[in-house]
């Protein structure tokens, strides 16, 4: 029995040598002699060798707690000790600092180094302790050549709760306190373990799976923070992308197969959406030049159980095809500038989304997108669209605009002329059918009109716009005003005349058409419902209202339906009919001459004829000091019964769209306020301060 126990431990150990001798340095073979010395030394070093505990960062990975945290979260400082056995002969290297950093020394020099700079300075929650880390946890950003660039390691700490990476100690707490305030004090949950990936996972990160819209995504720790991870991935974009998923939806009800691009795809969120709730619908290319993105992308598409096409040297392509179940859908993965993609292939969707402004792929995207398709474009720059770098607004979008109360409107038409003015010279018009601008996002969805006559429609459209700095009432300049005096008679308010000195200012070049288009918007509704988007609906109820103008509410979007056709901008375009509408056509097609069905036609068709007015003012802006204001519900009320086009709009929730002039709305206005103290109230008030100013006597 010796015999055989001492045969199998010569086998392992045979095993063992050979697994070394392929994954690290070559070593020289053991002769039969020299077997037994070795089985002699086993016992005595149960751990690793010096060496190759230095030389390998998974291995020291390995005593990771069961809850999968980062080897720097210990709960006391005899945790933080057993990651070394101090207990051991030899020299020993730090868990938690490289070897180039902090050199392998004896284990009462090592236990004192742990002390004083790891557990001296660690950040306390809820009982687990985070020593500051000297490890190469954080990934360094690649090279223009594509290599990794070296740079100095920075010390930092593992957050318990999201597992991100902070330098700081006074952030790392700031950090924890808004975990706490967002009831997150639970550790996030981890797939590393579950879903494979090409390349070994990085010592200290881990991958959190996030879902939205029923789609996973894999994300990498400070993915919140694009300059410290290539795949961004930002939560308060949801509307966003739920915004853009019902404009294709609307698109692809109109014909299909759609060719969609996200050109800036990060780590695929959008593109997967589309192609897991759209399926033969659409094409979905998802682009993005860096490697480490689409890396993700292939990954994100293996765990939704999509098939990638296009794949170079991906195993996964093959797998999702072996699968037991079918795969649901299909996407491209390109790895490429964006400019270059959407030159090279033509689209019928296209989403820009880059870090900031799209201003340098406007060209391209509008070079190659099919009649009658979509560009909807994501601006993030919201410094330079808010008028807080006007240099940067000049140099980007050629605006010159100030900081007004309609900023939000201003930066929306800015963005849709300065895409008017690409569109155009590639001798192509746009349809606005969508202008967003909320939270830190302005979104603008058109539609492409192809021809040089649509083209100089749209560019009509592009004005100057004259805002007054007193009253802050504005108005869109006529073409060709050119007399510098004739510009201040444009203006409805009478502040150049009582006011010395130059009182308005000229704005723009900014888009002076309309922003929404109501058949489009109803339709997004309907898709929102029908994929039980519950977070867009009151957004696109609320545009709804305020492209008609009005406070009338109707959103039925249930029931049987049926398709019609409808027009836009010139173009017929395939849409849905109520089946309600249907009872008024008879068997041969043709509708029903009724007086109460003319009526609503003739309506119906004034509505759609008549722009909502532009810009919108604020009613706290303007109020009159000393009177309590009517709420905002009655005031738009008193002026719809004064005969104006009133409703609420999204750029601001206490903004009123309206017809009427600035004199008109502070007349409605000041009819319905209350004084805000009473007559005998204020005469009481005015003989006390008499009293107490009275002169002793």
Same mark, same amino acid.
């Given at each position: 029995m010796a015999e055989q126990k001492e045969e199998d431990a010569i086998q392992l150990h045979q095993e063992a040598v050979d697994k070394n001798s392929d994954g690290g340095p070559q070593r020289t073979a053991i002769n039969p002699e020299e077997k037994s010395k070795d089985l002699v030394d086993i016992p005595a070093t149960p751990a690793s060798s010096a060496k190759t505990e230095s030389s390998s960062d998974n291995e020291r990975n390995a005593s990771v707690s069961s809850s999968e945290r980062h080897v720097s979260i210990q709960t006391e400082l005899e945790g933080l000790e057993k990651l070394v056995d101090l207990n051991g002969a030899g020299r020993k290297n730090c868990p938690l600092c490289p070897e180039e950093k902090f050199k392998a020394c004896y284990s009462h020099k090592l236990r004192r180094h742990l002390q004083n700079l790891h557990w001296k300075v660690y950040?306390?929650?809820?009982?687990?302790?985070?020593?500051?880390?000297?490890?190469?946890?954080?990934?360094?950003k690649p090279s223009p050549n594509g290599d990794q660039a070296t740079g100095r390691l920075v010390a930092h700490y593992h957050c318990v709760v999201c597992s991100v990476t902070i330098a700081r100690k006074t952030d790392m707490i700031s950090h924890l306190k808004r975990h706490v305030n967002k009831g997150e004090t639970e550790a996030s949950y981890t797939g590393s373990a579950e879903v494979p990936f090409e390349d070994p996972v990085p010592s200290g990160q881990t991958y959190e799976i996030m879902k939205e819209l029923g789609t996973n995504v894999q994300l990498l720790p400070n993915y919140t923070t694009p300059q410290k991870s290539d795949t961004y991935f930002n939560r308060k974009m949801k509307m966003n992308r739920q915004l853009v998923f019902c404009s294709l939806a609307v698109l692809a009800g109109e014909r299909n197969p759609l060719e969609c691009l996200d050109a800036f795809g990060a780590t695929g969120i959008m593109g997967l959406q589309w192609a897991k709730h759209l399926r033969n619908s659409v094409k979905v290319t998802i682009n993005d030049i860096n490697e480490a993105c689409v890396k993700m992308i292939r990954e994100n598409c293996h765990l939704n159980n999509i098939r990638v096409e296009g794949n170079r040297g991906s195993r996964h392509a093959d797998d999702a095809g072996n699968a037991k179940d079918a795969p649901v859908?299909?996407?491209?993965? #390109?790895?490429?500038?964006?400019?270059?993609?959407?030159?090279? /292939?033509?689209?019928? &969707?296209?989403? =820009?989304?880059?870090?900031?402004t799209a201003v340098n792929y406007l060209d391209a995207a509008f070079r190659n997108v099919r009649n009658l398709g979509i560009v909807s474009?994501?601006?993030?720059?919201?410094?330079?669209?808010?008028?807080?770098?006007?240099? #940067?607004?000049?140099?980007?979008?050629?605006?010159?605009?100030? /900081?007004?109360?309609? &900023?939000?409107? =201003?930066?929306a038409r800015m963005v849709v002329a300065t895409v008017a003015r690409a569109a155009a010279r590639c001798n192509k018009g746009i349809e606005v059918l969508l202008a967003v601008a909320v939270e830190h996002f302005v979104l603008v969805v058109v539609r492409l009109l192809r021809g040089p006559t649509q083209a100089d429609e749209a560019v009509k459209k592009i004005r100057q716009l004259l805002h007054c700095q007193w009253c802050e009432e504005r108005v869109f300049l006529k073409p060709g005003s050119m007399v510098e005096e004739s510009l201040y008679r444009q203006l409805p308010c009478s502040c150049h005349g009582s006011m010395p000195g130059k009182t308005a200012v000229e704005l723009g070049p900014l888009w002076a058409g309309?922003?929404?288009?109501?058949?489009?918007?109803?339709?997004?509704?309907?898709?929102?419902?029908?994929?039980s988007m519950d977070d867009v609906q009151p957004l696109v109820k609320t545009l709804i209202c305020e492209s008609e103008c009005t406070t009338l509410k109707s959103f039925s979007v249930h029931g049987p339906t049926l398709h019609a056709n409808q027009v836009e901008c010139g173009v017929v375009i395939k849409t849905v009919q109520k089946a309600e509408d249907t009872a008024s056509v008879d068997q041969s097609g043709k509708r029903k001459t009724t007086e109460e069905s003319g009526n609503v036609l003739?309506?119906?068709?004034?509505e759609t004829s008549m722009e909502h007015p532009a810009f919108y003012y604020s009613i706290h802006r303007h109020s009159i000091r000393g009177m309590?204001?009517?709420?905002?519900?009655?005031?738009?009320?008193?002026?719809?019964?004064a005969g104006f086009r009133v409703s609420r709009t999204h750029f601001d929730p206490t903004g009123v769209r309206t017809d009427a002039t600035l004199s008109q709305f502070k007349a409605v206005l000041t009819k319905y306020s209350v004084p805000t103290y009473s007559a005998t109230q204020v005469g009481a008030r005015s003989l006390s301060v008499d009293e107490c100013c009275r002169p002793v006597e």
């Amino acid at each position: 029995m010796a015999e055989q126990k001492e045969e199998d431990a010569i086998q392992l150990h045979q095993e063992a040598v050979d697994k070394n001798s392929d994954g690290g340095p070559q070593r020289t073979a053991i002769n039969p002699e020299e077997k037994s010395k070795d089985l002699v030394d086993i016992p005595a070093t149960p751990a690793s060798s010096a060496k190759t505990e230095s030389s390998s960062d998974n291995e020291r990975n390995a005593s990771v707690s069961s809850s999968e945290r980062h080897v720097s979260i210990q709960t006391e400082l005899e945790g933080l000790e057993k990651l070394v056995d101090l207990n051991g002969a030899g020299r020993k290297n730090c868990p938690l600092c490289p070897e180039e950093k902090f050199k392998a020394c004896y284990s009462h020099k090592l236990r004192r180094h742990l002390q004083n700079l790891h557990w001296k300075v660690y950040v306390e929650f809820e009982g687990q302790r985070m020593c500051i880390c000297h490890l190469p946890c954080r990934q360094l950003k690649p090279s223009p050549n594509g290599d990794q660039a070296t740079g100095r390691l920075v010390a930092h700490y593992h957050c318990v709760v999201c597992s991100v990476t902070i330098a700081r100690k006074t952030d790392m707490i700031s950090h924890l306190k808004r975990h706490v305030n967002k009831g997150e004090t639970e550790a996030s949950y981890t797939g590393s373990a579950e879903v494979p990936f090409e390349d070994p996972v990085p010592s200290g990160q881990t991958y959190e799976i996030m879902k939205e819209l029923g789609t996973n995504v894999q994300l990498l720790p400070n993915y919140t923070t694009p300059q410290k991870s290539d795949t961004y991935f930002n939560r308060k974009m949801k509307m966003n992308r739920q915004l853009v998923f019902c404009s294709l939806a609307v698109l692809a009800g109109e014909r299909n197969p759609l060719e969609c691009l996200d050109a800036f795809g990060a780590t695929g969120i959008m593109g997967l959406q589309w192609a897991k709730h759209l399926r033969n619908s659409v094409k979905v290319t998802i682009n993005d030049i860096n490697e480490a993105c689409v890396k993700m992308i292939r990954e994100n598409c293996h765990l939704n159980n999509i098939r990638v096409e296009g794949n170079r040297g991906s195993r996964h392509a093959d797998d999702a095809g072996n699968a037991k179940d079918a795969p649901v859908a299909s996407v491209e993965v #390109v790895k490429m500038d964006a400019n270059v993609v959407m030159h090279l /292939r033509p689209f019928d &969707y296209i989403h =820009l989304d880059p870090f900031g402004t799209a201003v340098n792929y406007l060209d391209a995207a509008f070079r190659n997108v099919r009649n009658l398709g979509i560009v909807s474009v994501t601006s993030t720059d919201t410094g330079s669209l808010y008028s807080k770098a006007p240099n #940067v607004t000049l140099r980007h979008y050629g605006c010159q605009i100030v /900081r007004t109360e309609y &900023y939000k409107e =201003l930066a929306a038409r800015m963005v849709v002329a300065t895409v008017a003015r690409a569109a155009a010279r590639c001798n192509k018009g746009i349809e606005v059918l969508l202008a967003v601008a909320v939270e830190h996002f302005v979104l603008v969805v058109v539609r492409l009109l192809r021809g040089p006559t649509q083209a100089d429609e749209a560019v009509k459209k592009i004005r100057q716009l004259l805002h007054c700095q007193w009253c802050e009432e504005r108005v869109f300049l006529k073409p060709g005003s050119m007399v510098e005096e004739s510009l201040y008679r444009q203006l409805p308010c009478s502040c150049h005349g009582s006011m010395p000195g130059k009182t308005a200012v000229e704005l723009g070049p900014l888009w002076a058409g309309p922003l929404f288009n109501t058949g489009f918007l109803r339709r997004m509704l309907a898709a929102a419902v029908q994929y039980s988007m519950d977070d867009v609906q009151p957004l696109v109820k609320t545009l709804i209202c305020e492209s008609e103008c009005t406070t009338l509410k109707s959103f039925s979007v249930h029931g049987p339906t049926l398709h019609a056709n409808q027009v836009e901008c010139g173009v017929v375009i395939k849409t849905v009919q109520k089946a309600e509408d249907t009872a008024s056509v008879d068997q041969s097609g043709k509708r029903k001459t009724t007086e109460e069905s003319g009526n609503v036609l003739k309506k119906a068709k004034s509505e759609t004829s008549m722009e909502h007015p532009a810009f919108y003012y604020s009613i706290h802006r303007h109020s009159i000091r000393g009177m309590n204001m009517p709420k905002l519900n009655k005031f738009l009320q008193y002026l719809t019964e004064a005969g104006f086009r009133v409703s609420r709009t999204h750029f601001d929730p206490t903004g009123v769209r309206t017809d009427a002039t600035l004199s008109q709305f502070k007349a409605v206005l000041t009819k319905y306020s209350v004084p805000t103290y009473s007559a005998t109230q204020v005469g009481a008030r005015s003989l006390s301060v008499d009293e107490c100013c009275r002169p002793v006597e």
